[in-house]
């Protein structure tokens, strides 16, 4: 069974700006049969045509017009099929591909190919996904499976600001919405499930602290300015300051605070130093510390 690798010719008609139809193509010129059969993931007696790509590809989002062109001009035994790549290692290829290996096994691969190259190198609606609430909760998860206290505690303690945040920027304005309502009420659900056997411990909220510096950090680099995620790039639409970075300094200063104020009232409630309160007399089960 004839299979067509389409990967490195992507590069190459994106480069030369070729329009050339896939009537026009010969063999050992725009494309190679390969010597020997390989393994198909389509039915028998159908031609597999494959894209090797990447959403963090650039030539490979260049290529999509011509893409959609030879995936419409396909005869009736041809399919088109995909195979993202990783060896990008630097550039978060292994990532992509199991987003897309993800859509894959939850059956919305087709529908969501699209949608992740246009917020890739179109809306860069992957930044995002930075958002301490966000991210807040991939933290927390990570610290469910890895069974790190410490993490489980610094994700628990952002729960709460990102609860108030939520609510007056997106509840208030926008109503209620099934996502970002889970992410939220459920991260925080979750979040003090763990925090109630793993308990809070008087230093967390530093790691917190520490946390929402390196992801503002990184906001700001990675993410559009446009998106203003974590507010890494200017001052909150609707708020007065003499310049972006008294703003930050006072948004600092109070995320410190507000950090520790959540994290004493934790360690009120569960302490992980032993002291319990007066009303309880429950007992709780502790991940290895």
Known sequence: MTRLSIAFLATALVALGTTAQATDWVAGKQYSILPQAQRTNVAPGKVEVMEVFSYGCPHCDQFRPVMKRLKAALPANAQLVYLPASWHEEENWPTL???????????????AHEAMFDAVWKTGELGN???????GNLLLAMGLFLEKPLVIRLAAIWTIPGLFIWFIYVVIPWSLFLGSTLAHVGGLIVGMIALSRVRMDRTAWRWAFGWYLMVQLASRFVTPAALNVNLAHAVQTGWTFGSYWTFWLVLTIVTAVVLWLCGLFFWTIWPADGRLNDNSATATVRFDQ
Do not use: E, F
């Open 97 to 111: 591909q199991r987003a897309y290996i993800t859509a894959q096994l939850l059956g919305v691969a087709d529908k």
């Open 129 to 135: 996904l930075l958002w301490m609430c966000n991210i």
